[in-house]
Nanobody, 127 residues
Framework: QVQLVESGGGLVQPGGSLRLSCAASGFTLDRYGTGWFRQAPGKEREGVAC????????NYADSVKGRFSISRDNAQNTVFLQINSLTPEDTAVYYC????????????????????WGRGTQVTVLS
C-alpha cells in the first residue's frame, strides 16, 4: 500500500525550529519528486518546498527561502523539512506529496500531478 505519513509538528515559540518527516511505505520515495505543502486556517494550500528525484535539486516558495530546508534520507525512505526562525504566519497543517511522474525535476506546486497526500502534521507557532 502506497502511503506517506508526516510527523514532527508541534507547538513552538516564535524563532523556534522543527524538523518535519515524511515517511513513505509501499514504494521507493527517492524515485519521485517530493513536495511539502501547508494550509493555514481559512487559506488555500500552498507549496513550500520540493526536492527532485532527477538530480536532487530543490525549490522553495519565496516566503520560506533561507528558513526552510528539504532533504532526503534514502535509507529511511524519508524526506525531511527543517523549518527555522518560525513565525506565527507559519502556523498551518503541513502535508507531503509525491509527483506522480518519476525521475524528473519537481513540477510546479500547482501541478495536478502531486499525489499520495499524507494526512498532515500540525505546526503551531505561538503569537
Amino acid at each position: 500500500q502506497v502511503q506517506l505519513v508526516e510527523s514532527g509538528g508541534g507547538l513552538v515559540q516564535p524563532g523556534g525550529s522543527l524538523r518535519l518527516s515524511c515517511a513513505a511505505s509501499g514504494f521507493t520515495l527517492d524515485r519521485y519528486g517530493t513536495g511539502w505543502f501547508r494550509q493555514a486556517p481559512g487559506k488555500e494550500r500552498e507549496g513550500v518546498a520540493c526536492i527532485s528525484s532527477a538530480d536532487r535539486s530543490t525549490n522553495y516558495a519565496d516566503s520560506v527561502k533561507g528558513r526552510f530546508s528539504i532533504s532526503r534520507d534514502n535509507a529511511q525512505n524519508t524526506v525531511f523539512l527543517q523549518i527555522n526562525s518560525l513565525t506565527p504566519e507559519d502556523t498551518a497543517v503541513y502535508y507531503c506529496a509525491v509527483d506522480a511522474v518519476p525521475g524528473r525535476i519537481c513540477p510546479q506546486f500547482g501541478s495536478q500531478t502531486w499525489t499520495s497526500w499524507g494526512r498532515g502534521t500540525q505546526v503551531t507557532v505561538l503569537s
